[in-house]
């Protein structure tokens, strides 16, 4: 069992803990753990022989037991009980915003429900808003939330699709014959949802024989279905990999091919014709003869296109640009200058201000920008105007004693449901860049929430908006919002806008970095970290960027810190 399989069964426990009613502080220790194990950034393994991981903050004698019998056995005896106890339906009805603990317990004392059919069941026959608290409005957000769960059920988070694939790769490189292997589709595409996962190999050998030894390896469940062209392979925990294979001399186009999306292969295709060749899946023909490509720059080259970095590949008008010369240099994680969104133990996150500004040091950036959230987030720890201050104080004390990263004051103010930033102006005044974020009210209409997201933006010390739309990837569709009005007044105001990398926001959409940037609009690229390994967020924000064709000069915290302080200041 891998660090994500060891998080899901702590997650697990913990809900099952909570449904039974059990201590507040021993759901909380499997929660903490979860995300301690989830964001741990060595293997696990090592750390639990070494005992490494029973040292490490947020892993306590019970969670470690669970955690080692997990590696060990790829089960969690715990958990198979609370199975048996609570019916694992209740769990599934956690997933469905605004069915929190005590609702699931009601629907289930109540009415006797335990399944996620017998919910919609009830929610549409009325038992459910004549329960007390719920109401039409509450059935009617169940039935939504229904909804959304068959519509994402299939996808998985783009972190945990890359860290499966990443260990399939490295199982199909080292399989006899195969002289190259590379992760490709979605994953590589850095989509924000990923369905399958895909490779590329360059190998003599058959689909059909290369699928036989993942499975004898115990890499695979089972061969699904094979083809000349590659196979599909059904995994332990039921995704689907599809591997395309090719001799070497082919490989450029089956990695093209395999990466996709279908509508980048079919402009592909258009163009390739209109140029005299045929293009499909068995590879580039000319008059009939295949033309070797032994990498994908040779089959663009052939077809008189720019290299077209994966990120690009989603059908819009990449083939065009290609054709007429080359496209932009995308951002790179190495132009940020600055990790910007990082909370400490101050509010909810798990690391002090000195280890975060340590590891970042490390990292090789100029700047760290704290934001912690303000009072108003009391659910989060929420800072008062005391701790706001001592804060400050530990922060001057850290720039005064160590050269080599400047720690930035900053907070993650909440944009009320009035539109007014927590805090009062004076207190505003002592930050050196203020996020403002919705972190409440989602159940506004288009309208309400649209100004209040720009009434914010009046506000002269909002630096950025914070995760603009408020969409928690397969949890949580965006809140209502009309997202052109946002960007266009950003623009007008000089307030730039956050592309928060935490692998369940991913938000802005790469769909709307173009329309932001053309607009004038700067972009924050953030990790809104709550812990060291939340730092590596700062990946994954660029690769929402690069997906947006954006380029270093777009991003905000490309700049050195006196330049992004003289954005902030203007704003003032």
Same mark, same amino acid.
């Given at each position: 069992m891998d660090k994500h399989g060891v998080a899901r069964v702590l997650e697990e426990i913990a809900a099952f803990l909570d449904l039974r009613g059990e201590n507040v502080f021993k759901v909380r220790a499997f929660q903490n753990a979860a995300r301690t194990v989830e964001a741990f950034p060595g293997d696990l393994d090592a750390a639990l022989a070494s005992g490494e991981l029973a040292a490490t903050k947020g892993i306590g004698p019970a969670t470690l037991d669970v955690v080692r019998e997990c590696l060990a056995s790829g089960r969690s005896g715990a958990l198979e009980t609370l199975r048996g106890e609570v019916p694992p339906g209740l769990v599934e009805m956690l997933r469905i915003a605004g069915m929190g603990v005590a609702k699931v317990r009601t629907v289930h004392e109540e009415l006797g429900i335990a399944t996620l059919a017998e919910l919609e069941s009830a929610a549409r026959d009325g038992r459910l808003a004549k329960l007390p608290r719920f109401g039409e409005r509450t059935a009617a957000k169940v039935l939504k939330g229904l909804e959304f769960l068959r519509r994402t059920s299939v996808f998985r988070l783009a972190h945990h699709a890359a860290r499966q694939a990443e260990q399939l790769r490295e199982t199909l490189a080292a399989l006899p014959g195969v002289a190259r292997v590379e992760i490709a589709g979605?994953?590589? %595409?850095?989509?924000?949802?990923?369905?399958?996962?895909?490779? !590329?190999?360059?190998? /003599?050998? *058959?689909?059909?024989?290369?699928?036989e030894r993942l499975v004898r390896s115990g890499a695979a469940h089972s061969v699904v279905a094979t083809d000349p062209a590659g196979i599909t392979l059904r995994l332990a925990d039921g995704a689907t990999a599809d591997v395309y294979c090719a001799a070497p001399p082919r490989y450029g186009h089956a990695l093209i091919w395999a990466t996709g999306s279908a509508a980048h292969l079919a402009l592909l295709v258009a163009h390739a014709a209109s140029r005299g060749f045929a293009l499909d899946a068995a590879g580039l023909t000319e008059n009939?003869?295949?033309?070797?490509?032994?990498d994908e720059e040779t089959l663009f080259e052939v077809?008189?296109?720019?290299?077209?970095?994966?990120?690009? %590949?989603?059908?819009?008008?990449?083939?065009?640009?290609?054709? !007429?010369?080359?496209? /932009?240099? *995308?951002?790179?994680?190495?132009?940020?200058?600055?990790?910007l969104h990082v909370h400490t133990t101050y509010s909810d996150g798990t690391n002090s201000v000195a280890e975060l500004a340590e590891a970042c040091r490390a990292l090789g950036y100029a700047y760290l920008g704290i934001t912690d959230h303000s009072e108003a987030a009391a659910y989060a720890g929420g800072l008062s105007v005391e701790r706001v201050r001592r804060q400050h104080e530990e922060i001057d004390a850290w720039n005064s004693a160590s050269p080599g990263l400047r720690v930035l004051k900053g907070i993650e103010a909440d944009i009320l449901?009035?539109?007014?930033?927590?805090?009062?102006p004076e207190l505003l005044d002592s930050f050196d860049f203020v996020i403002g974020s919705v972190h409440s009210r989602f159940d506004l209409d288009e309208r309400t929430m649209t100004e209040r997201v720009l009434r914010a933006m009046a506000d002269r010390h909002l630096t950025i908006l914070g995760h603009p739309t408020g969409r928690l990837l397969l949890t949580r569709d965006p809140y209502p919002l009309d997202v052109h009005r946002v960007i266009a007044r950003a623009a007008e105001a000089g307030v730039a806008i956050e592309i928060n990398g935490d692998p369940q926001r991913l938000d802005l959409d790469w769909r709307l970095c173009r329309e932001a940037r053309d607009a004038g609009v700067a972009i924050a690229v953030s990790t809104d970290a709550h812990s060291l390994a939340g730092l590596a967020n700062a990946d994954l924000g660029v690769g929402t960027a690069r997906k947006g064709w954006l380029e270093a000069k777009d991003i905000l915290n490309t700049r050195d810190a006196e330049g992004f302080l003289e954005h902030a200041k203007a704003r003032r």
């Open positions: 979605s994953v590589r %595409r850095r989509c924000e949802v990923i369905r399958d996962v895909d490779f !590329a190999v360059a190998t /003599p050998a *058959l689909p059909q024989e290369l699928g009939g003869a295949i033309v070797p490509c032994p077809l008189g296109l720019a290299s077209i970095p994966p990120e690009l %590949r989603e059908g819009t008008d990449e083939i065009a640009r290609a054709a !007429a010369g080359p496209l /932009p240099r *995308l951002l790179e994680r190495s132009d940020l200058r600055g990790l449901v009035d539109g007014a930033l927590d805090y009062g």
